[in-house]
């Protein structure tokens, strides 16, 4: 058993998949946040909304990777769930410092959720001393859910 766990601490061999290859093995904790949203909430407030509700929360390439799928609300509750737990691992919840627009979730390679920070909450991020936001991403047919690290890099 103790085998197996160091197995797990050494460094992984070249060319083996790194799910996170800019982020050294070491990292700090610095922030988590975390959010759970009813997926019916968001499709109540886009039926009453429309588009003035996407545009205002998401960012164009949200809105087009969720309304393309079959069932776009699960996608966008997710999302706006995970916009809320990155706003909370800063502690600062959206508003003047993180705004709707201040995260995006996209896919990497492996179709992993990803998240791009615009300006200003890089620059937050820098000052705080992170490095990296790692998101994971859920969904029922009934509930969405994330859960956002901030990380310092060593």
Not at 39 to 67: K, N, W
Not at 112 to 130: S, T, Y
């Amino acid at each position: 058993m103790d085998s197996d766990i160091n197995a797990l601490r050494e460094r992984p061999q070249p060319g083996a998949h790194v799910p996170f290859p800019d982020m050294p093995a070491g990292g700090v904790l610095i922030g988590l946040g975390a959010d759970v949203i009813d997926i019916d909430r968001v499709r109540a407030v886009h039926e009453r909304q429309g588009g003035r509700f996407l545009e205002r929360v998401y960012t164009p390439g949200e809105i087009s990777y969720c309304m393309g799928m079959g069932d776009p609300y699960k996608h966008l509750a997710a999302r706006f769930a995970a916009k809320e737990a990155v706003s909370k691992a800063f502690t600062t919840g959206i508003g003047a410092e993180i705004g709707w627009h201040s995260v995006s979730v996209y896919h990497g390679s492996r179709q992993e959720p990803l998240v791009q920070l615009d300006e200003k909450a890089r620059e937050l991020l820098a000052r705080i001393g992170g490095t990296h936001v790692l998101i994971t991403l859920s969904h029922t047919d009934t509930v969405a859910m994330a859960v956002a690290v901030l990380i310092r890099a060593p």
